[in-house]
């Protein structure tokens, strides 16, 4: 069974810092491109970040440009987005996703396989 299990997620003041896994089991993902999506109450789920299989590409949205990093670990089959000078308009629910091939794309129905997601709050 194919899972992706996002952790890190909390709580912190504006201006602060934290550090998003998403750990994937059940087949490797190493030759497949890899996301991070958010989702706020009662907003529809927007693009966060991407990388490709090799991690030689990375796409941000312009939202998060310069404050958000994301990489990769193949031989552990983890994703990360480390998410500096948080902002209260950060707040939201945190998905890793696996695109089906070695693409990565910035459209939520282009990943087949997504985490349960984890809860990022950022308060003023």
């Known amino acids: 069974q194919v899972q992706l299990v996002e952790s890190g997620g909390g709580s912190v003041q504006a201006g602060g810092s934290l550090r998003l896994s998403c750990e994937a089991s059940g087949r490797t ?12 109450p009662g907003q529809e789920r927007e693009f966060v970040s991407a990388i490709t299989w090799s991690g030689g590409t ?32 950060d707040t939201a ?28 709050t950022v308060s003023s």
């Open 29 to 40: 993902f190493s030759r497949n491109g890899l996301g991070w999506f958010r989702q706020a």
């Open 58 to 89: 990375t796409v941000y949205a312009d939202s998060v440009k310069g404050r958000f990093t994301i990489s990769r670990d193949n031989a552990k089959n983890m994703v990360y987005l480390q998410m500096n000078s948080l902002r209260p308009e």
């Open 93 to 120: 629910v945190y998905y890793c996703a696996a695109s089906p091939s070695i693409l990565i794309f910035t459209t939520s129905p282009k990943y087949d396989y997504w985490g349960q997601g984890t809860q990022v």
